[in-house]
């Protein structure tokens, strides 16, 4: 891509920008890929997005759908070419049509992030916990641990119930084709508990040892156009037994048996609490960085401008509605949970100053100490945007998506959170 940079009056950046031919099939083939996660479109063998796009959504031009998602893709690039970090999202102004094969011209004027002094850069000073290992940590891990090899054994005949483990023989079909997923000479299952449709428990509750009972029971399936349908199963079904759930108990000789790798439950335990260990020096170090920043955000002086407040609360409750959508929360409800309409409002306006005043002052850390990123402190911020993912994955995938100064943001700003933690004056509490 080419970006052409040129300062105005106000201090803002206007760039001009051409991306290249396969640069901007780049982008449609992102805002295709995305178009189709978003709609849950399932890809088919030897058809393309846009293929799948028209047979099931009746869409002939998918990339005219698609369009703004592809320009919107293309303007990062143009900022991570000049190394600019904005101070909250530009709007890009196209100045030639976005099609594929050609060239895409387009307009950016930019608000580059300003730069705030603190009032003082001497050492920060903070209280922090105790760190140690709670014992009971220890043994509740031990205690899962034993339960992921919990056996079912024999339990006394009694008519079956909701929430009783009973061993089935199930022979299943439909349409009078047998279903091997579902049969079996003998499979251990729980009623009650969702494996299978309600309309199968029905069926089991009240059977004895030893009966054996034929019926049809309901459940979801898919049709071969990927629609969700009510399915028929027809199944005869015998109880074999009663089953208790068994855990076992921890000695040394199971310890053995399960787990060569140890000797005893005492080396078992200390394995577990060198590894809540580590875990809890990571979150211990992450809390120590976060009460450094919060102190040095007191710092802070100068006037933050309305669109850049606007732009990070924006962010904020986006990410909000996003988690609340994975765990099936309604956001209304969450909002009731928390005080009510004007006191979550007040908790986003103040989280919002608190985000951007912190990131500020670790700005002006960084730039006050004169510090300098390497190779490890990106790797760094990347490792803590996504601990599950290696961190040069992390980092080829955002430089991919020209969000590289993104990266060298955090990366600058962790870099200062550690320093200000390293050189601080910290006062362990007492324990409690």
């Not at 020096?281 to 933050?304: D, M, N, P, W």
């Not at 609360?313 to 929360?329: A, C």
């Not at 961190?391 to 200062?416: H, N, T, Y």
């Amino acid at each position: 891509m080419k970006v052409t940079q040129k300062k105005l009056e106000d201090g803002k950046l206007h760039l001009e920008a051409t991306a290249t031919v396969a640069e901007v099939e780049q982008a449609f083939n992102a805002a295709q890929v995305a178009f189709a996660q978003q709609m849950n479109l399932r890809p088919q063998p030897e058809k393309t997005i846009d293929q799948v796009a028209e047979e099931v959504m009746g869409i002939k031009d998918l990339d005219s759908v698609v369009g703004a998602q592809a320009a919107e893709y293309l303007t990062p690039f143009a900022l991570d070419k000049k190394d600019i970090v904005p101070a909250f999202p530009p709007k890009a102004v196209p100045a030639s049509a976005l099609k594929r094969g050609a060239e895409y011209r387009f307009t950016l004027d930019v608000e580059p992030k300003p730069h705030y002094e603190l009032t003082s850069y001497e050492k920060v000073a903070f209280t922090m916990p105790p760190f140690g290992i709670d014992e009971r940590e220890v043994e509740n891990q031990l205690a899962q641990m034993a339960d992921t090899y919990a056996e079912y054994r024999a339990d006394d005949p009694r008519p079956v119930q909701d929430g009783d483990h009973v061993l089935l023989s199930i022979e299943a079909s439909q349409n009078g084709k047998p279903l091997s997923g579902l049969t079996t000479e003998g499979r251990t299952y729980t009623t009650g508990a969702g494996f299978m449709p309600d309309s199968f428990d029905k069926e089991i509750v009240g059977m004895e040892i030893g009966e054996t009972k034929t019926f049809d029971f309901t459940g979801p399936g898919i049709d071969d156009k990927g629609n969700e349908i009510e399915e028929t199963i027809q199944c005869t079904v015998t109880v074999k037994e009663m089953q208790k759930r068994v855990i076992p108990a921890l000695t040394d000789a199971w310890v053995k048996q399960n787990m060569p790798t140890f000797d005893s439950v005492e080396s078992l335990k200390e394995a577990i609490r060198g590894q809540l260990t580590a875990a809890h020096q990571e979150e211990y170090e992450t809390l120590k960085r976060q009460s450094a920043a919060s102190e040095a955000a007191k710092r802070f002086e100068g006037k933050i401008a309305d669109p850049v407040y606007e732009a990070m609360r924006d962010n904020l409750m986006n990410n909000l509605r996003s988690q609340l959508q994975q765990q099936n929360i309604k956001f209304e409800q969450f909002v009731a949970q928390n005080g009510g309409e004007q006191q979550f409002s007040m908790m986003v306006m103040m989280q919002t100053r608190q985000n951007l005043v912190e990131g500020y002052a670790l700005d002006a850390v960084f730039r006050h100490e004169k510090m300098t990123l390497t190779d490890e402190d990106i790797l760094a911020a990347c490792r803590s945007m996504n601990a599950q993912q290696q961190p040069q994955a992390v980092r080829d995938q955002m430089e991919k998506a020209g969000c590289g100064f993104v990266i060298r943001e955090a990366a600058s700003r962790l870099k200062a959170s550690k320093w200000l933690a390293d050189n601080a004056d910290v006062t362990v509490a007492e324990r409690k």
